[in-house]
């Protein structure tokens, strides 16, 4: 956050300037000292630190499962609450897109956009930590995601955290799943959730608010991204892709026969992956492509030149015998259109020095090996989501079905010892 927020808090942010929401008819709480921050309509709910948060049954998007119960599959009650949470937080963020795309913010001078993306990051990470809050009650809770709360508590932050508040109050109303209103103290606790730093023992849910920032704002492609981890393994993950189409993606340029946008993935460790729209339609089973054949495969990967090196993926596919182009797409969606055969491989090569966050592959990458995918990084290496908020990848991370992995792994240490050999422009 620390890196966008200077840009939150400039003057020039085009919502800024805009005239304030208005107010939600709600009774805002009262000033708590260090307290309680969320404002419940119905009664008696336990405290469960840090936050206070109500209980009650939500209407929506909510199939309750108690975990460990006899017949119900592993995590279902952890599944549940996250398919709920990330449909609640693509809620806020389709409402700021269509915000972003109304306005005239692409074109202003000052090119500000990234302000404008603080809003939604940190009204989804606050949603999902509610939601996670609410529907899964025991055990301890601890998120580790991309947002903190450091710049949104100084004084010039005052009036984004008010618009954030009334975002992320207004979403909660219109879902209606909870009577609640949350207080900017609120806002400010629940996006601190998700300091944790995850490791190898104990559960941490992993987050990536708004995965694919430059796509939200392009219109493109992004993904709310959510994954659970178990002593070190990932358990489960769930990816709500707003702009993705239900359907497969037919001709693989980013359209579809399909006419209902809106993609929820979801994986559980052992038990296969799924999609269904972000309404919740019936799941439906998904499995990556049996091609076997480069010739016949397509490759996705980065929309951005700037986070994967493209002459090294066109010089891998090449070296494999892909004959299509490049299927360029922002965030983890890719994760998903692999996962239902959309395209045969993914290929993710960021330029040197760049160091892969766990919130970024974790729920994408279990969607694509419960679909019965592989996911490594360019050594055939496991990625190894216990090592805390970052990912030791060797070079790169690939991920394509089992029958192309020998070959496709093949390819990439050729290309890269090719490239490393290479003269360096001077
Ligand atoms: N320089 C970079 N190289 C590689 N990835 C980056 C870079 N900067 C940001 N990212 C991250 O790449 C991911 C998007 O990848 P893609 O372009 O394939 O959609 C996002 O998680 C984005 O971070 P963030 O989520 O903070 O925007
Ligand atoms: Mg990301």
Redesign the pocket.
Known sequence: MAS?VGLLLAPSSSLARNPPRARLPYPLPSHHLGRPTYRRFASSAPLRSPLWWPRQAPPLFSARAMSGSAGSPPYAAELAAAKKAVALAARLCQTVQQEILQSDIQSKADKSPVTV?DYV?VGSQVLVSLALNMEVTSGSFSMVA?EDSEDLRKDSAEEILEHITDLVNETLAEDGSYNITLSKEGILSAIDTGKSEGGPSGRHWVL?P??????FLRGG??AIALALLDEGKVVLGVLGCPNLPLASISNLNGSSCGDQMGALFSATVGCGAEVESLEGSPPQKISVCTIDNPVNASFF????G???MHDLTGSIAEKLGVQAPPVR??????YGALARGDGAIYL?F??K??K??I??HAAGAIVVTEAGGVVTDASGNDLDFSKGRFLDVDTGIIATNKQLMPSLLKSVQEAIKEKSQAPSPL
């Open positions: 966008r993306a990051h991309e990536d708004i995965d694919g920032t430059k796509g492609q992004y990967e980065s929309y951005e700037a986070h994967t797409i922002d965030s983890q969606a890719k993710r960021p330029h020095g760049y892969e966050k919130w970024d």
